[in-house]
Structures are given as structure tokens and as C-alpha cells.
């Protein structure tokens, strides 16, 4: 009887095994598994990468002036992408990439922002173009990654002075018309959310303008600042998508979309006042531009709680914002437990971004916190509530310090981006359009918020050296080994394999 028994466990385990519901077995996927067509790639921006920010004509931007001045740790060499961008791309071919992300340089293509072009920038960018295209790599450029001209910041205040829509357009057009015979994507600004809150109403970001005592901000106003460039961001990427619909879009046949930091908010306890809550957060956060994006208007909780500090958009103004994204850029690394609170008072005494969402944000860290099903949420939720525009994912990745040697070893990034892999492949089969995925980053750069101290790179880049040697970390041949094909979802034994092949061929 006990023989019976165990045969038919074991039957029936083999049968779940067979049928993909074994652990290893059902979570098992390859590139293959992929609609056709959807694209796998990595990125990199200009300021991050390119260092050489004062040659060949390229003048300051608003990050290179908020670096220097508060003595921070800077992007003046970065990994000196300027001059090294013929080994890089040799690189992305070597680990099969389909499509790179990569941003312009504004002030190195056009030094002052409006004006005459910098030959030697336009130069330096046609001939990166050419390169990847030779190697068959598709790019992917953004053209506003936090790096505003410092120029145009002090003529008229840059991004909160409507004058920046005519400046942004100009400098979209040399854009289109010197790259956009290879160039088929075109993502104007950079989460733009994020770029806003972090520059108008925080502070710790480039511009660093906010109303905050104590905050190293000179100058700004968090009360209104948030929401007028907020705004002029949407109209000025409106304006450029119409530029290329009216002028290139036949011709050259590539599309403009607009990307967003896409936080995933969880309500911290089942109450109806902490899902209420989250339901404000990803209006606040998605909502503000996405919904006049996809609906043409803000989302009525903004519109009630901000008042009169939430500029309007004109009848015509909506009719543009409305549908000028080709696709949906999401940049996703966060997820957050949200919890409703009455009154959340500013720190400054004057309603801002924080205060008007109002409630309190636990931020689980990215360090620390592996959750794919927050990227199966997010997508879940741009589908249901935005009508399933294509997106991409233009950003995802893993932090971890800048330990060269460590580093080399990245096997919690392996695990990191098999996860979230496997959950964008869950939501593609769910019925999002979601139609790339990029991972953040190609190798390590001068970091955002981090400076050299962390970074994200599948290659690490020794910034020690003056020839910023690069090394494949084993997330790099883990991407390449599944951009070839290889089946993944690792597990320890393919993780314990791959250290040992790695360590073997050093
Ligand atoms: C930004 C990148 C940055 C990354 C990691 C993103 O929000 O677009 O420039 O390096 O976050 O911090």
C-alpha cells in the first residue's frame, strides 16, 4: 500500500512538473517567449556617461551648475562615453543588444539652447548614431534627461516660463531632421514627474529649486513652481510631437512618447481610507500627466485640492496634450505602502506637491526590496486605467554599492532583473501593450542621487583609472546569455554556474 502511495506522488509530481507548475519549471521563460517585435535593450544618459563637458563647444547645463555649486561629486569625466563610445558600442554588440537608450546633450548640440548648432556636437552624436546602426542597434533617444542648458535657466527661468516651449521645439526639430533618418524613437522628457518634484518642490535635484527653509535651494517656490512646469512639460512635448507629425512623421515613420516614474503604491492596511489614499497617490504621481496625455485634463482630485495653483489647460491646449504620446516611457524602480492621513502639513508652512497629495508614503527601498509584482502591477494598472497604450519600459534595474570587486559578483542583479523580467512577460500575457524593456543600466555612471558611491551597471566602470576600463559584471552575461536565447530563471545552480564560468575565464 505505501509503495502504491509514493508511485502515484510521484506520478502526480512529475505530471505538475511536466505541466510547468514545479517551482523552477513554471517560472522558466526565454527571449523567445516574447511577442515578436518587442525589443530588449539597456541605457545610459548623456550627463551620466559622456563626461568631456567642456569640450568641443559643449556649455553647462542646469546639473552640471547644481553639482559644482553645492561641491558635490560631478559628471565631468563619468565614464568619458565622449571619446570611448566606439569601444561601448562594440560592447552592446558583444552582449546582443537590440536597442540602446540614450540621451542628447541639449547645450552640446546647440551650446546656448536656441541659436546656432555646435558642429562638433552634432558631429559627436551623428557619429554615434551611425555606429550602433552599423552594429545593428536600434537607438532610442531622449532628448530632455535633467541636463537643461544653464543658459536658457538664466535668461528666463527655463522650464517655468512658457517661452521654453518655442526653445524646446527648435532644438526637437535640428533633432528630427540631423538624426531622424536612423532615429525611430523619440521620448521628449525624462520622468517627468519626477524631474519636477525633484527639481521644483524638493530640491534635490537639478534645477534644485523649492521654497524649503534649510534645503539649499536659493531660489523657487514649491507652492506653484511644481505645477506651472509640470504643465509647461506637457505642452512643450505636445507642441514637439505636432513638429513631427506635421513635418516627419511620413517621411522618417518613428514615433514621440513621454515617460513617467511609475511608483507601485499599495495601500498599508485594507481600511477604505488607505485605498482612497492610494488612489490619490497614483493620481498625483501618474495621474497628473498621464490623464491629460491619454483624457486631455487633470485628474479631478488635483484639480479640487490644488485650486487655483493648478494652471488650466485652454480648450486647444487640451486638444493637443490629448494623444500626443505615441507611447508611454515608464520608469520603474519603487514600490510604496501608502497610508491615509487627515492633514499632512507642509514642511514649509505653504501647501506643496507633498502636503496637497496629502497623505503619508512608506517608500519600500529599491536596495533591498525585490517585488516584480509591482511592475505586473503598474502595467496592470496604466491598461486598465489608460486605455492599454504601448509603453516601454525605459528604466529598471538594481542599485548596488560601488564595489568593484563585489560588484563583478552581482548575482542579487541576475536575480533582480530575471524577476522583473518574468513579471513584464506576466503582463504582456495579461493583455498590456507593453512592447520593450530596457535595463538601467548598460554600465556604471555618475549616479543621480548617488554620485560614484552606487550604481546600476551590467559593466562597471573602474573610476579610479583615467581609461575608465569596463569589465562585464555576471549581470551582463546573464543579459546577453538570454538576449542568445538561453532559457532563465537561474535558480541558485545556473547562479552557482555562471560565477564559475565568470571566474574561470578571468
Ligand atoms: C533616472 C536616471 C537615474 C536612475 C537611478 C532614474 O530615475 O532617470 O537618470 O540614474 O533613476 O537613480
Redesign the pocket.
Known sequence: MEDVLTLITMIVLLLLAFHGFGKCSSDLYSRSDFPEGFVFGAGI?AY?WEGAVDEDGRKPSVWDTFLHCRKMDNGDIACDGYHKYKEDVQLMAETGLHTFRFSISWSRLISNGRGSINPKGLQFYKNFIQELVKHGIEPHVTLH??DFPQYLEDDYGGWTNRKIIKDFTAYADVCFREFGNHVKFWTTI??AN?FTIGGYNDGNSPPGRCSFPGRNCTLGNSSTETYIVGHNLLLAHASVSRLYKQKYKDIQGGSVGFSL?AMNFTPSTNSKDDEIATKRANDFYLGWMLEPLIYGDYPDVMKRTIGSRLPVFSKEESEQVKGSSDFIGV?H?LTALVTNIDINPSLSGIPDFNSDMGESINILSMRSVVSPWAMEGILEYIKQSYGNPPVYIL?NGK?MNQDLELQQKDTPRIEYLDAYIGAVLKAVRNGSDTRGYFV??FMD?Y???NGYKSS?GLYSVNFSDPHRKRSPKLSAHWYSGFLKGKPTFLGSQGITQLHSNFSSSR
Open positions: 544618459s551620466q534627461h535633467y525624462n520622468e519626477i516614474f520608469i524602480y528604466e542599485t538601467w543600466s555612471l549616479e543621480l542621487l546600476f
